[in-house]
C-alpha cells in the first residue's frame, strides 16, 4: 500500500502490478507448431502487392499498441488506486459534562463587570462559558437551563458550536422567576446515569436558593452519588454593591440569597468542589480551574477520508475497446 502524507493516492492492491508484463512475456514463448491445410492461389502475389495489404500491417501494429494501452488500464484499474485525504480528528470519547445554568430572575442582577460596564449575570456566565466550552474538544457537553422547572436545552453531544449557541440563545426569565436546583440535578442524573463511562461531571451555576421543584437538592445530590456523578458547584454573585436611594447611597448585598452550604454539601456529597465567583475574573479562573481538575483527553484519533477510483482507468479501457470495435465494423 502507498501512502501519501496529507492526502493524495493511494493503491490499494499495488501487488497487481505483477500482472503487467504477463501478456508480453507470453509473447516470448516459441510459436506452436500447427499442421496448417493451405490452399494454393495462383494470384497470392499480386494480393500481397496490393495497398490494403500495408494498410492492415498498420491496422494491426496499432492495435497491439492500442491492446497494450487497455491492458494497462485494466491492470491499473486492479490495483485499486483511492484518493485519501487529509486526515480527519475523530471526537474523543472524553468525559460526559453537562453544563447547569440559572435563568432564574435574579441572574439579571448587574452587580458584576464585563469589560468595565456593568452588565448581567448571565451575561457574565455566557462570556465565560464560551471559551470553556471551546476547550472541552473531546468530550461530550450538554445544557441544562432551570427556573421553575429544569429544561434540558442540548442533549450530550460532541457539536460544541450548536451548544454555544443555544446557550447564547438562552433568555432570562425563560424557565422561570425562581429556582429548581433539584430539578436540574434530577435531570442530569437522568440523562447521565446509564452512560457506560464513570466520567460523569455535572457544572452547577446559581446565584440563588433552592425555592422550586419537586426533588429537593438534598435527594438528588443523593441520586447524584449512587450513578456516579461528580458535581462541581458554583455560586455567583457579588458579595457588596451600592445601592443609591431617596436616604443616600447604601451598601447591599446582593448574594445575600445564595445558599453556599447547600452548594458546598452538594459538591463534597460527590466528590466534587464547590467555587465562589464574585467576579468575572473569578469565575474565569474557576472555569480554569475545572480544566484542570477534570482534564480533556489528550489521545488523538484520526481517520483519513477514501474515495475509489478505480472504475476510471476500468472505464477509460472500455470506451477504448468500445470506439476500436466500432472503427474496425464500419470503416470504409
Known amino acids: 500500500m502507498i501512502f501519501l502524507e496529507g492526502g493524495g493516492f493511494e493503491f490499494f492492491w499495488i501487488w497487481a502490478a505483477w500482472f503487467w508484463p504477463l ?26 502487392d496490393l495497398p490494403q495489404a ?21 491492470v491499473l484499474a486492479s490495483m485499486r488506486p483511492q484518493w485519501v485525504g487529509d486526515a480527519v480528528e475523530l471526537p474523543l470519547s472524553g468525559r460526559s459534562v453537562m453544563l447547569a445554568v440559572d435563568l432564574s430572575g435574579s441572574m ?15 451575561e457574565i456566565v455566557k462570556s465565560v462559558l464560551r471559551p470553556f466550552i471551546d476547550r472541552r474538544k473531546g468530550d461530550r457537553l450538554g445544557l441544562i437551563l432551570f427556573g421553575d422547572q429544569a429544561y434540558l ?8 458550536e450548536t451548544l454555544g449557541q443555544m446557550l447564547e440563545e438562552s433568555e432570562l426569565g425563560l424557565a422561570g422567576q425562581r429556582t429548581a436546583i433539584g430539578n436540574a440535578i434530577g435531570l442530569a442524573v437522568k440523562r447521565m446515569k446509564d452512560l457506560p463511562d464513570s466520567q460523569k461531571v455535572l457544572i452547577l451555576l446559581t446565584d440563588g436558593q433552592n425555592t422550586a421543584g419537586e426533588v429537593s437538592p438534598e435527594v438528588a445530590g443523593q441520586l447524584a452519588k449512587q450513578t456516579g456523578v461528580r458535581i462541581h458547584t458554583i455560586g455567583v454573585g457579588a458579595d457588596e454593591a451600592w445601592l443609591r436611594t431617596f436616604l ?4 447591599i448585598n446582593p448574594s445575600a440569597e445564595l445558599d453556599e452550604v447547600m452548594l458546598q454539601s452538594l459538591a463534597s456529597l460527590t466528590g466534587g468542589s464547590y467555587y465562589r465567583a464574585r467576579s468575572t475574573e473569578e469565575l474565569e479562573k ?13 489521545e488523538k484519533e484520526v481517520f483519513r477520508p477514501r474515495q475509489a477510483l478505480f472504475f476510471w482507468p476500468l472505464g477509460f479501457a472500455v470506451l477504448i475497446i468500445g470506439i476500436w470495435v466500432w472503427v474496425l465494423m464500419y470503416r470504409k
Open 54 to 74: 500495408s494498410f492492415s500491417q498498420k491496422i494491426f501494429t496499432k492495435s497491439l499498441i492500442l491492446a497494450a494501452f487497455v491492458w494497462s488500464l485494466i
Open 248 to 251: 443616600g447611597t447604601q451598601k
Open 286 to 298: 474557576i472555569y480554569a480551574m475545572i480544566d484542570v481538575i477534570e482534564p480533556v483527553e489528550r
Open 153 to 160: 436545552q442540548t442533549p450530550l453531544t460532541f457539536d460544541r
Open 23 to 48: 501478456p508480453f512475456l507470453l509473447r516470448l514463448l516459441p510459436p506452436r507448431e500447427y499442421s496448417v491445410q493451405a490452399l494454393r492461389v495462383p494470384f497470392f502475389q499480386r494480393i500481397a
Open 108 to 122: 439579571k442582577e448587574k452587580d458584576m463587570e464585563l469589560q468595565g460596564s456593568a452588565v448581567t449575570r448571565l
